[in-house]
């Protein structure tokens, strides 16, 4: 069965590679009956960038990437920036610990300017590894983590965590720091969520769940904000390590043929949580759409 006409069907995380596949990932998404991707940034070079230089290179080409996902896939695309936070391990090691923070500071300012010209619409990934890092440096992954949501706040966009999976007090320490920084926490979204909590555990904060096998039914009742995302990887050198781009259609496929009233249920990460979340509303009516 095609999928109704009125349904965005949207990809909130995903990496696109100039290397990868790029354009023709989209393309996939598309002919699954995908329309939306949000489009986060990464290293497409083998090294961190060292410079705010390789950074604002780092987000041109993010930005390329999602005009062409637009124009040749015909899919709306948006833009999420931010330096990695993973990034600075390596260059604390290359530069200090103290230049290496001031550089990941410089590129959360350049990634919220990019959002106030309405070139990116959130900043991400940000928040600190997801492994166990050095102690002697947390107090520079804290206060870069701080700062991007500084930087959110100021530029009046979301903020996209990228750190380790989250209990329910892991949520509520989130949503103290979101406070601290005088962040709204509404706006303020874990990534890459793998397990739900019940609904009244997450503190405010949003989860973007990783759409394997049997999600979206489990979360499906859920009222908005909640997202969900593939976080491919575009990477050829390890297919499989992430879901395909194609996921989130095909899940949105299968479920409906299933059950067609659960459209109304759809709406509520694709579009009611969009509008909580970013404040717009996706139009389904853009391309993409067989
Ligand atoms: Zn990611």
Partial sequence: MPLPADLPVVDHHCHLAPSGESVEAARRF???????LFLATQNYTAEPPTSLAGYQEQFATTVGLAERVEREAAVTCYSVLAPYPVDLLAQAKQ??????MELQFAAL???GREVEEGRAVALGEVGRPHFPYPAELSEYVDAVFRHALE????????AIVHCEELDAAG???LANLASSTLFPVQKLVKHYHRRPLPPTEYAGLVPSYLARRGILEEVLDRPAPWFLETDFLDDPRRPGAVLDLATIPRRVSTLLDRDPSSVERLRQPFVESVEAVYGFRPDPTRPGRK
């Fill in 151 to 158: 930087v959110a706040r100021d530029a009046g966009c979301p």
């Fill in 109 to 111: 300012e350049h990634a």
């Fill in 95 to 100: 530069l200090g610990a103290r230049e290496a």
């Fill in 171 to 173: 949520f509520q320490s």
């Fill in 30 to 36: 598309a002919s699954a009956g995908g329309t939306h």
